[in-house]
């Protein structure tokens, strides 16, 4: 599951990876129940900082497309 992200796009950059890996849900590449790529390995394929990545899971949360739980990372919602 490639995420890229193009900064010269005027699109904020954790808008750009949370809409990626939203259109992969709405597609079915990723469906309930899967878990999404660690903040660490989001952050070594995007060249972005973590707080970044962070901020693309805070805003798939409030889409209510994904949950997250400590220590165990981030899984899409049934």
């Not at 990626?20 to 972005?48: H, M, N």
Request: hydrophobic share 35%; aromatic share 2%; glycine share 6%.
């Amino acid at each position: 599951m490639a995420i890229t992200v193009d900064m010269k796009d005027p699109t904020p950059v954790y808008q750009q990876i949370a809409d990626q890996l939203e259109a992969q849900i709405r597609a079915g590449k990723l469906k309930p129940g899967d878990k999404l790529p660690s903040e660490s390995t989001l952050v070594q394929e995007t060249g972005v900082a973590r707080t970044t990545v962070r901020h693309a899971m805070a805003l798939l949360r409030e889409r209510g497309l994904i949950q997250t739980a400590p220590q165990r990372g981030s899984w899409v919602k049934e």
